[in-house]
């Protein structure tokens, strides 16, 4: 797994302007939920002109019905494998910019589908700042159970192992999305 260092601001398009040109797989983002993938993952790809695609909307697309009804009706290892093959299929269709759900990146056959056809960029974040960020929406059925600090603590260290073997690492903070779309750029551009 490779984390970033800082280059400046001359750089940053010519490091954009080398992602275009060699990454030709989809940039895949994984995290815990409340870290920004969604949002970052659009930025990134007007960014670097491509295209962005939410797993989590194409399930619910597929689906005709939301993530937490899967969740509630079907149970969790139902949607997983649902969530599996929305995600080869998105894989297979665009070479932009693709934005997980939280659990997706922890499962076996997923984390192998998108380590070998994709960039997978483990978005990382600290614990408040993602209770403070989720908390905006009452979207998450992991977190409908108890108390979210805890959970997401626990949610943290069941999955870090996981997360921890995707190809690139970055640090979200507090803060502007901007910031953690040049730390990607960084990230991907330092692999190459």
């Known amino acids: 797994m ?15 302007a080398r992602i275009t040109r060699s990454v030709r797989k ?7 939920m409340g870290v920004g993938k969604s949002t970052v993952g659009r930025r990134l790809a007007g960014i670097l002109g491509r295209d962005f695609v939410d797993a989590d909307d194409a399930i619910e697309e597929a689906a005709q019905r939301k993530v937490s009804e899967i969740f509630e009706e079907f149970g969790e290892e139902y949607f997983r494998a649902g969530e599996r093959r929305v995600i080869a299929r998105l894989m297979d269709e665009h070479s932009g910019v693709i934005a997980t759900g939280g659990g997706a990146f922890v499962d076996d056959e997923t984390r192998a589908l998108i380590l070998e056809n994709a960039i997978a960029v483990w978005i990382d974040c600290d614990i408040d700042t993602l209770v403070e960020r989720t908390s905006r929406r009452n979207t998450r059925p992991l977190l409908r159970t108890g108390d979210p600090k805890e959970i997401l603590s626990r949610l943290y260290a069941e999955r870090e192992p996981y997360y921890s073997q995707a190809q690139v690492r970055v640090e979200s903070v507090d803060g502007p999305h901007h910031d953690t779309v040049r730390r990607i ?8």
Do not use: R, S
């Open 26 to 32: 989809p940039i895949v983002l994984v995290g815990l």
């Open 2 to 16: 490779t984390e970033h260092t800082a280059i400046n601001h001359e750089d940053i398009g010519t490091a954009i």
């Open 185 to 192: 750029i960084e990230a991907i551009d330092q692999c190459l």
